[in-house]
């Protein structure tokens, strides 16, 4: 009999679990998201377990120590004794919660996978030097963190510092942190990590942040007017001299231009969402006069990596980007999306609707939108349309996975 089935994505949080199965040989089939993890876990967190009679767990932590008991409840990964389980369980939140969150807040707006904020990247990085002095100090006078050999506090903590090995400590941070180096190499060439991160290659300067490029500004200069008085002229003695020239081609068109206009503008339902009440007019006016499904189709947009989420501010920040980034579909797409918990435990969701029958078109436009998890929706379900009308009202609470979670912030794209 199956053991059950372990729902993973290449998200880092997903390799130790994956990792303990694979060594094990465990009999827990590894799969990505399907229609039993959507029922189960709306709060769409990785990795999520599913065990026989419909045994559920989320959070890395408990289902990594569960795997391992499945496997050998008298593992050495877990620790000889109570002092030792208790310092693995400490150096597992530890790492899960002031590390990766925090190398996330750093490397993620220097990659423009959220909006770029120097105070927030600065207080990451201060923030980090502290937690890395509690490694190395702690590896400079042990060969693990819990005493002289491997659990799983050092798999996953190890895990976890991949992302920042991947982005932040290149060779001189490597050089100033000789034990968490010393130590990582060890770790991941150990049986249990070494088919995933056998062949790490480590970079050699952390990335730093590119700005966008600016638009260059219109002179207002005695020599620029002259320059446009001679526009004309040269514009003239180019085209003779370039008449038997191919024209340029045409800028393209939004590949869902080719769909036609739709028999009701969305400008007209973004005007009536805009100045209308909400629940009592707006939404009603939705349904009976915007949404055709021949014509459109609705969708919950889910973000994938909420356990690496902190602050709901920067959380909506984020949303604020991924908008601002989605602007070229502007005129096929309408949707709201909402924060919901609170600091350290929040999450992202929210409903669009989208132009035609396929949402990669308008989507695929933001660099980001990989980042995100999106499942169609049936209207003709009660559920699926209250829960559409309350991320246009943003009125009452999210229900994720049975628990009503409040909503804290969102925003709207319009």
């Known amino acids: 009999m199956s053991l059950g089935t372990l729902y993973v994505t290449e998200q880092i949080r997903s390799l130790t679990p994956k990792a303990i199965v694979e060594y094990f040989k465990l009999d827990v089939k590894l799969s990505?998201?399907?229609?039993a993890y959507e029922k189960s876990f709306p709060l769409n967190k990785i990795p999520a377990f599913i065990g026989p009679k419909g045994f559920r767990l989320t959070e890395v932590i408990a289902i990594s120590v569960y795997l391992i008991n499945l496997a050998d409840s008298k593992s050495p990964l877990l620790g000889k004794n109570a002092a030792e389980y208790a310092q693995i369980l400490k150096w597992l939140s530890f790492a899960n919660m002031?590390?990766?969150?925090?190398?996330?807040?750093?490397?993620?707006?220097?990659?423009?996978?959220?909006?770029?904020n120097k105070k927030q990247i600065d207080e990451g990085n201060a923030f980090l030097v502290k937690v890395n002095s509690v490694f190395e100090e702690r590896l400079a006078n042990f060969t693990y963190l819990v005493g002289e050999r491997l659990t799983l506090a050092d798999i996953f903590a190890a895990t976890t510092y991949v992302r920042g090995f991947d982005n932040l400590y290149g060779e001189e941070w490597r050089k100033e942190h000789p034990s968490i180096t010393r130590w990582f190499k060890t770790v991941i060439a150990s049986p249990y990590l070494k088919e995933y991160l056998g062949d790490y290659k480590f970079i050699a300067k952390p990335i730093e942040y590119v700005p966008p490029k600016k638009e260059k500004k219109k002179e207002t200069t005695p020599a620029a007017?002259?320059?446009?008085?001679?526009?004309?002229?040269?514009?003239a003695a180019a085209a003779a001299q370039e008449e038997d020239e191919p024209a340029p081609a045409p800028k393209p068109k939004h590949p869902l231009e080719a769909l036609g206009k739709p028999k009701a503008p969305l400008d007209e339902w973004k005007r009536v969402y805009s100045n209308e009440e909400t629940r009592e007019t707006a939404i009603p006016w939705f349904w009976e006069n915007q949404y055709n499904p021949e014509e459109?189709?609705?969708?919950k947009v889910?973000?994938?990596?909420?356990?690496?989420?902190?602050?709901t501010f920067m959380s909506n920040n984020l949303v604020g980007g991924f908008f601002n980034r989605l602007s070229a579909s502007t005129k096929y797409m309408f949707g709201c999306m909402v924060v919901y918990g609170e600091n350290n435990n929040n999450g992202i969701t929210g409903a669009f609707l989208v132009r035609g029958q396929d949402y990669a078109p308008a989507f695929d436009v933001a660099p980001d939108w990989e980042s995100y998890e999106f499942t169609k929706l049936d209207a003709s379900k009660p559920e699926v349309k209250d829960f559409v009308d309350n991320m246009f009202a943003w009125d009452k609470p999210v229900d994720v996975n049975g628990e009503k979670r409040e909503i804290a912030d969102g925003k709207v794209f319009k």
């Open 32 to 35: 990505d998201k399907d229609s």
């Open 98 to 116: 002031e590390l990766l969150p925090k190398e996330a807040s750093v490397f993620r707006p220097l990659k423009g996978l959220v909006p770029y």
């Open 225 to 235: 007017a002259t320059k446009k008085e001679a526009a004309p002229k040269a514009a």
């Open 296 to 299: 459109w189709s609705l969708w």
């Open 302 to 311: 889910d973000y994938k990596y909420n356990d690496e989420l902190t602050l």
